[in-house]
């Protein structure tokens, strides 16, 4: 199975019809079909590492002063609770805590899924990202996950390698200013170039300050060039920046 990296962007792209929106839908149309998707959201980061464990994940509508709509849509994947004690095997003895109750699908999977896989009809379970620990913490839970991808399961990250919603103009579509294209430019080169030390060292990269004011939305990344092969290809899906500083630049390893 591939692993895939989805730059999220706002929640509004689940009801649009873009070229981010239209690369994850062709995405999900080429490859073979998931037994179970494994998702890494920005907008699961807590002081633990856990991950969803019941059969039926509600749909979380996870921010606030949107229209209606949004807080209408619904994504009734089914869960894989199964999955879980896999999960606690793969990155022992790292702790994962089952979540029976607490979260779900936030708006970093749902609103991705939405096209990529518009049936609901794979399972999912969601990771999230404990921000008590460092970059290096990350990758290598990554690494430990990697084994999945032979099990028929879709690793998904999904955050924003540049994402900084302070700077952000609603009038720039596709495009944004020269610090953050730079941004978005070197760590594709990182990437490419299997340069994992740079990625993890991301505070010492120029520019970090601005393109990366908080981890969150980073730290998907180094879970998907964690589960890499060897052997595989890097693909970019969909590249560019919306809003002007939200890079919605997305890579596949296959």
């Known amino acids: ?30 490859i073979p079909k998931p037994k179970a998707i494994l998702a890494v959201s920005a907008h699961w980061y807590i002081g633990a590492t856990a991950a969803t464990a019941m059969p039926k994940p509600p749909t979380v509508h996870d921010f606030y002063g949107f229209p209606a709509e949004m807080y209408q849509i619904a994504y009734p994947a089914p869960g894989a609770p199964e999955l879980v004690p896999a999960l606690q095997d793969l990155i022992a003895p790292v702790w994962l805590e089952p979540d029976k109750g607490q979260w779900g699908l936030d708006h970093g999977t749902w609103s991705v ?18 921000g008590r620990q460092p970059a290096a913490y990350h990758l290598e839970l990554g690494k430990r996950l990697a084994p999945l991808r032979d099990q028929g399961v879709l690793v998904m990250g999904s955050g924003n390698i540049v994402h900084n919603l302070r700077l952000m103009n609603r009038s720039l579509v596709g495009e944004g200013p020269e610090w953050a294209s730079r941004f978005d430019a070197m760590v594709q080169d990182y990437v ?25 939305h980073y730290l998907p990344l180094l879970y998907t060039v964690g589960v890499r092969q060897n052997d595989d290809t890097c693909e970019v899906i969909v590249d560019g920046l919306d809003l002007g500083c939200v890079s919605m630049t997305s890579y596949q390893f296959h």
């Open 1 to 30: 199975m591939p692993a895939v990296f989805i730059g999220h962007g706002t929640p509004f792209n689940a009801l649009q019809n873009n070229r981010f929106t239209q690369a994850w839908a062709e995405f999900g149309s080429r």
């Open 113 to 130: 899924l939405v096209h990529m896989f518009p049936e609901a009809d794979v399972p999912v379970v969601q990771l999230s990202i404990d």
């Open 192 to 216: 490419f170039n299997g340069e994992d030390r740079a990625l993890v060292d991301y505070e010492r990269q120029p520019d970090c300050d601005l393109a990366i004011p908080t981890p969150d």
